[in-house]
């Protein structure tokens, strides 16, 4: 029988030429004594002996297989013909008792009718490049590949695919039996996984669900893996002690025929905390990412340099009573799958969530929001959403794009929220009168003190000095305004020195000093120390020679805005009077409505509480009788377009209506005034 083995060999090894596959130099048949040759690569790299265990690096040399290594040696038959369950199951038997290195020798496509089990092993490596295998058995609810107790493994190459006929429950099943060995830190690279028409549920499923338990299974990572056609998800992380999986370079495209890219406690509440960089997801039908946090959260979830289109959501939380940090990065989204509710995202847990250089967008004429709160609870924490250079837009031009419900959370930093006009459009609480005081732009106060004194010997050197206040978060004020001494030393040390000192602003927590000029030793300029407070608000540096780092200060912020108009209903009714006060309240962009209904034929508008840089419009209107006048009053220096000066003169006809449009610097209101929208 043995020689006949070695025949049968010798002959498939005389039909099948040498192929390259994946990267991966591919005997069709190896025999006594075939070696496969030193140099085998993988696109992503020298293929290693052993996967990365902890710190310790990969290790790269020679990989020698044996007949026995080999899938063909245990009778397996490509080429879609019958059952080869038996003799896969039989090659991985072997690996896992004798030899944890196996290749599929042979590419071509393999029928499989029964799970295959790997299971009680460290540091197994597949090679499955070129190779198929297309389910074709009865249950629906067993996985193709059920990974259990399963670690430090590589599983490189292969595709599994689903049918129209049998419905695969899932490609992978990665779960821990409860003793053994624990199930973490496998690899899976360059893996295919083709539904077609959503025939496989999940492609890799975290299952705890029956016997199986809920612990463990951490640290998965998936390089350059490709997605199709999943019917449910294509990873659903089940357990609340499944962390870390790391997805790369991936692709996960539904093609709308699945709900979830990333599903995270489906059955348990799972944190699912994941790291993905890289690829794309879309066209899933519920949203691509959904998380339930834990009761218990300890790890952040990151998702960056991602692209998504065609999907229905692209972030989705559920309430548990757990939170869960989320952070994206360099995420980009258009919506032209988008549910029928318009939620680009469903925030119903507390976060805290962070958006970074993201471009959420609407291209296809729908409304677009983002939404949480309305379902909570009177004492549910609302969520804490920070926004930093990120972009709500939507081409249609009357729809907000934000939607804020129960007790708005803080929102922050140097973002934008656009309609298709190019505009700010309103941020519309839901179920709750408009209330500005409910949303707030974090800020650094200006020191109330900075100055310069020289220490030791004097001199007539002039030293300049700027700085920039920090918070707690890392956002930064723009550069403050220089303060120099013009009798310092010309050579800094030890001895002769500048002393800095700082009574900083409020929600400051460092501050950056530069020096901007020199006054001769040292003659760099630029950043030259990050301090902390000494007590209080109090910071204080010498400057005894430090090199400066060349760098140039910010000149613009990122704590203290939010580029969208912040609070309040589209326009505040004021009460007419003599006097008019409009409370603007330290709010970046703002909106109200005066109609004159006090007959006195002029009256003083006064504007208290605007922010340097902000925006706002006075709808300006006569009642029925008309003939009111208005005069420009206290809060800045009023400088109307047109060579208007300080002054306006409204419409007076009945129910005439004018629009003052002005924009504040810190003093000056600069002023379009247009008359008669009649």
């Known amino acids: 029988m043995k020689l006949l083995q070695l025949l049968l060999l010798t002959l498939i090894g005389a039909i099948f030429a040498e192929a390259q596959v994946g990267g991966i130099t591919q005997f069709p048949s190896i025999g006594p004594g075939s070696v496969v040759p030193a140099d085998i690569t993988l ?62 020798n042979v590419p071509g496509t393999y029928n499989v009718a029964s799970s295959i ?23 629906t609810t067993a996985p193709m590949w059920e990974i259990q107790n399963v670690a430090y493994s590589s599983f490189y190459g292969g595709t599994i695919q689903g049918s129209s006929s049998k419905q695969l429950a899932e490609a992978f099943r990665i779960d821990n039996s409860g003793s053994g060995v624990t199930s973490s830190h496998n690899l899976w690279q360059d893996t295919r996984i083709e539904g077609t028409a959503g025939y496989i549920n999940y492609a890799f ?33 089940e357990g609340d002690q499944a962390v870390g999986w790391k997805m790369h370079n991936t692709t996960v495209n539904s093609n709308g025929n699945g709900q979830y890219a990333v599903s995270g406690g489906a059955s348990v509440g799972a944190a699912a905390y994941i790291d993905w960089d890289g690829g794309f997801v879309g066209s899933n039908t519920t949203a691509d990412f ?38 994206l990065e360099s995420v980009n989204w258009d919506s032209s799958g988008i549910n029928a509710d318009h939620k680009a995202m469903l925030l119903q847990s507390p976060g805290p969530y962070t958006f970074i250089n993201c471009g959420i967008g609407s291209s296809t004429g729908v409304a677009m929001t983002v ?49 298709g006009n190019s505009t700010f459009v309103a941020i519309v ?19 109330s003190v900075f100055s310069v004194t020289p220490v030791g010997t004097t001199g007539v050197a002039t030293w300049t000095y700027k700085v920039v206040g920090i918070d707690a978060a890392g956002n930064h004020t723009a550069v403050s305004g220089a303060t120099s001494t013009t009798t310092g030393n010309a050579t800094l040390n030890g001895t002769n020195y500048n002393a800095i000192l700082l009574v900083g602003g409020a929600g400051a927590v460092q501050y950056q000093i530069y020096r901007t000029a020199s006054g001769g030793t040292p003659s760099t300029t630029g950043l030259i120390a990050t301090v902390i407070s000494v007590g209080g608000n109090n910071y204080t540096y010498n400057d005894q020679g430090a090199a400066g780092d060349s760098s140039t200060a910010p000149t613009t912020a990122t704590t203290g805005y939010f580029n969208g108009p912040i609070g309040g209903s589209p326009f505040v009714a004021l009460t007419d009077n003599t006097t008019v006060t409009w409370a603007i309240g330290s709010v970046q962009f703002a909106a109200a409505d005066l109609t004159f209904t006090v007959h006195s034929g002029s009256r003083t508008l006064n504007i208290t509480g605007p922010l340097s840089g902000g925006s706002y419009v006075l709808w300006i209107k006569q009642d029925g ?23 306006i003169t409204p419409s007076v006809g009945a129910n005439a209506v004018d629009v003052l449009a002005f924009t504040y610097d810190g003093t000056n209101c600069y002023a379009n005034f247009n008359k008669n929208f009649n």
């Not at 265990?53 to 020698?64: H, L, Q, R, Y």
């Not at 609480?429 to 020191?447: D, E």
């Not at 009788?625 to 002054?647: D, M, Y």
């Open 43 to 104: 696109a992503a790299g020298s293929f290693p002996c052993n996967p990365t265990s902890g710190s310790a690096a990969a290790t790269n040399c020679p990989i020698v297989y044996t007949p026995a290594q080999t899938l063909s040696y245990y009778g397996a038959v490509p080429g879609g013909i019958a059952d080869q369950s038996t003799a896969i199951q039989n090659w991985i038997n072997y690996l896992e008792a004798s030899d944890p290195s196996g290749i599929c």
């Open 117 to 139: 089990l790997v299971s009680q092993i460290r540091s197994l490596n597949l090679v499955m490049y070129g190779c198929s295998f297309v389910w074709t058995g009865a249950s």
């Open 205 to 237: 499923r975290n299952d705890v669900v029956g016997p199986l338990t809920n612990q463990n299974n951490d640290f998965m990572q998936f390089e350059h893996v490709t997605i199709s056609n999943t019917a449910v998800a294509a990873f659903s992380i």
């Open 290 to 327: 959904r998380f339930k946090p834990p009761a218990s959260p300890n790890y952040t979830t990151h998702i960056k340099n991602l692209a998504s289109e065609g999907s229905a959501r692209l972030l989705q939380t559920d309430q548990s009573g757990g939170t869960m940090a989320i952070v």
């Open 371 to 419: 939404s949480w709160g309305s379902q909570f609870t009177q004492n549910f924490t609302p969520p804490v959403l920070d926004l930093i250079d990120t972009t709500f837009q939507t081409s249609v031009s009357t729809t907000a794009t934000l939607f804020l419900g129960g007790t708005a959370p803080t929102l922050a930093q140097n973002s934008w929220i656009r309609n």
């Open 429 to 447: 609480p839901q179920n709750l009168a408009y209330n500005a005081s409910s949303f707030t732009a974090t800020s650094i106060g200006s020191p």
């Open 625 to 647: 009788t008309g003939g009111e006048g208005l005069t420009l009053g206290s809060g800045c220096t009023w400088k109307v377009s047109g060579g208007g000066s300080g002054a």
